[in-house]
Every structure is written in structure tokens, then in C-alpha cells.
């Protein structure tokens, strides 16, 4: 028998649901990656994430060769690439790791149809998180809409099998190597049309750059429950871009924590949480899809947010981190310069967009989208509509952050502001987190004109609050 793994975010060797269950069934067994055009060709030419993921794909293939494979790479759409390549390796049956993001199921079931056109099979293995779709279930057998309990159950399921490595090195006999004939190596990054944004050493990419940033986290762990919450400090693992294209295993990371966990380390404990918190919005998302573009809460699409040339502006002040509060600006100069935010500031500046600014989730959802490196359709979403309080298990609607306390609490001496507002540096403590408070000597002093350094804040809180509570109150007298 022979069959063919197809890899797409899953980009690694080890513990590796698809290729496992290829290897363990065929005596020969190819891999494959494609350069979705019907995605790629969607996003702009310099993309961080997509430098990530071509030198995580060369450093697949490198891995495959040293062991007898290789990988067979295109560039094209997937649903005529695959079943040509498979029809011309003459396989039995495709393998690859399950999706659920809705765009991929399509995908994938128009590629299983024209499969199975061919006679070939076509598998899906759970590999992108620990429990999948219906696997954790309230008793009355319907999905979880609340996390703490969705978590509790999690964790009572959860036994040594659900986090077992699925160990490729000692099948890797079948592995077979990619036939000249269809052989053509990894395009540069030239070939598939992008230009190079010089990120991707920063990122750490492929199995091996996601080996070294779990190594420093696991030094790092039993104090995350104390650190997360500092955009200045090294708190969190910095692994989300590559539990988003599979460069480590969910399972390995899960295991460590746990057995940390069960070891009495609180900061593995909250790490496993937040893990956790990923499985549950992915299970949110397959069991409502149509959340995508709809508030969880149908009644919470009744909001009417602001709209208009003012409306726009705003935005863009939000977007290119000019609304005059300091860390919402300095978070999106982060987002903007190195695709990643802290999550506090996630939560800060998605506060801030949809109940300061009165814009929109969505408009903040598509934004996020475009720039993060972790992009992921259901973690994103769940984070969103969880601050816009539209979502399920959300932020209720009138607990509003106050970007200047936020601050002061989360960033109190002002560094992480200081890193990317270079300008507002000489500012003390205490007025860096809100530079209109300064008194005009501070301000003569730091060097700073409002308005011209830096500008005055977009918006007045207090008034601001007010409007919001106005604005939802329409779901107040529906709810
Ligand atoms: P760590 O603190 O080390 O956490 C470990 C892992 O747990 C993360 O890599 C991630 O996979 C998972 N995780 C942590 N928090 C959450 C959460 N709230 N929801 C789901 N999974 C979580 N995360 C994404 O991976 N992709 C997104 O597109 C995304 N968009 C977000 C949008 C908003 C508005 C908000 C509030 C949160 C969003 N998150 C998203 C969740 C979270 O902010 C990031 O996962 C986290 O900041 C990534 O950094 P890290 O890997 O250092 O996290």
C-alpha cells in the first residue's frame, strides 16, 4: 500500500497524528505541502507568516530527506493538486490532520470528494488540539458555552492516552523519497511572488525554532502565573505562531504542563488553562460557524455601532496606534512592527476599539487578522467578541477597562510604552501613562508637544463609557 501525507499546519516530524497513521499502514508513504494560491494570493506581498512558513517548509523537507523522503511541494490550488498527486504516485489514500475552521472543511470535503472520484481514501486525524469538536460535552450531550466547566470536564476526561506522542522516527522505514520525475524542491520565496520582511530569525520558525522558545519557556514556567500579565516582562512562552502552523505539538506541550501541574507548579497550571482556552474556542467555533461573522449572542447584533467618515478615522488612529492613549498605542505599534501582541494588550486595545472608539468587533477582528503572526480563525474571534462582549462566556457589557488604569497597573513603570513610544520617554511615571495630564512644565521638560510629538487622546474616556453603556443597552432591554 501507499499513501500520501498531506502537511498544512502541522509542519513538523515528531508526534505526528497523520504521518504516524500513513507510516503505520503503508509500506510507502510520500509527503506533501502546498502553497495554497487560494490564500496566498489574498494577502499582501511581504507577509511575516508566510517567510515563517516557507522556512518552516524548508526545514521539513530537510528533516524528510535526512530520512529517506522529502517533501513534494507546489504551489497551486489544493483541491486539483492533490488528487493529481495522488493519482500519479498511485496511492491508496491521503492522510492529514483535521481542520475546522469552516473554510477548510469546504475545502476539504471538495478535495475528499474529488478523491474519492479517483477511488483513493481520504483521512483526517485529529492533531491541532487535545479534545476536538464533541469530545468534551455538558451531560445533556451539548457543547460547552462557558469555560470554567468546559475546562473542569476537560481536565476529568483527560487521561495519558489523549496526550501520547505519536512517534514517527520508528516507522520512518516507509518514508519514501519524492520521484524525479515530480521532484521540484522548495520555490524560493520569489517564486511564490512574496518579498522577504526579514522577520522570520526573529520568529524562531520550523520544529527546530519552536523546540528552542519551549526550552526557554520551561525555565520559565512555574512563574507564569505571576509574570503573564506584563507586556514588559518575558512572561508568556511566545509559542502561539507555532501552535498556529504546528511546529510544535499541542500534546507535548499539554503533557509538560500537566505533569508540572501535577507537580504543584501553579504557573503550569494557569499555562495548561490557557491551553485549554484554545481547545474550547475551536470546539465554539465548529459548533457555531456562524459566529465567523455573527455575534455568538444573536440579540448582540442589534448594536449599531459607529459608522461613518468620523468612524474612519478613529480607526485608523487605532490601527497606526495614534489614539493618544499611550498603551493602546505602543500595543499596536508591537502588533504593527512584529505581528505579535501581548495578550493584556489584546484585550486592552479590543476594549478599546469596540467600547472607547465604538467600532465594530469585526473591523478589530479583521485588522488583527492580517497582521498577526498567530492568526487563528477561532482564537481570535473568541477573543474578540469575549471583549466586545458579544461572545459566549464573555466580558459582561458594562465592565468597560479604562485604558489609563490598565496601565498604571499592568505597565507601572512604563517600559513597555517607553520600548515602542520612544518619544514619550522622558515623561515620569506617572504621566507617561497619560501624557494630557502632564503639567506644562513636565511636558517643556520631556520635550514634548501634544499634538505634534504625540497626539491629544481621540477620545474622553468617562464620556465615552457612557456612550457605550447607551449603546448597549438596546441588548439590555432585549436580553
Ligand atoms: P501564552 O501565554 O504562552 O499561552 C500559551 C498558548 O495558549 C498560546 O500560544 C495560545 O495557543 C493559547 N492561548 C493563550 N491564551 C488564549 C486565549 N485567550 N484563547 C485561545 N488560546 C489562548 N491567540 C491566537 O493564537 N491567535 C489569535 O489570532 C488570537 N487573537 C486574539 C485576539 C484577542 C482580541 C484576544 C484578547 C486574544 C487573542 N488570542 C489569540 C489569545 C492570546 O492573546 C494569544 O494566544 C497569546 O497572546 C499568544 O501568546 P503566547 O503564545 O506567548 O501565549
Redesign the pocket.
Known sequence: DAALVWFRRDLRLHDHAALYHALRHARRVWCVFIFDTTILDGLPPADRRVEFIHASVAELDRQLRARGGGLLVRHGDPRTEIPALASALRVQAVHAGRDHEPAAVARDAQVLGHLADLGILMHTHKDQVVFEASEVMTANDTPYGVFTPYKNAWLRRLTPFYLRAYPVERHAAALAAPPAALDRGVPSLNDLDFLPTGMAPRLHPGESGGEHLLLD?LERIDH?DQT?DFPAVKG?????VH??FGTVSIRQLARLAHERMQGGSRGAEV?LS??I??D??HQVLHHHPRIVDHSFRPEYDAIRWAHGKQADALFAAWCEGRTGYPLVDAAMHQLNQTG????RL??VV?SFLTKDLGIDWRR?ERY??LQ?N???LA??N???Q??ASTGCDAQPYFRIFNPVSQSEKFDAGGKFIRRYLPQLAGLSDRSIHAPWQASPLELVAAGIVLGRDYPHPVVDHAQAREATLERFAVVKSKA
Do not use: V
Request: net charge positive; hydrophobic share 45%; no cysteine.
Open positions: 519557556f507564569y503573564r508568556p512562552s511566545y509559542l502561539s501552535l498556529r499555562w490557557e491551553l482556552w484554545r474550547f474556542y505579535y501582541m501581548h495578550n489584546r484585550m479590543a478589530g488583527f487578522a498577526l498567530d492568526y487563528d482564537a481570535n473568541g477573543g474578540w469575549w471583549a
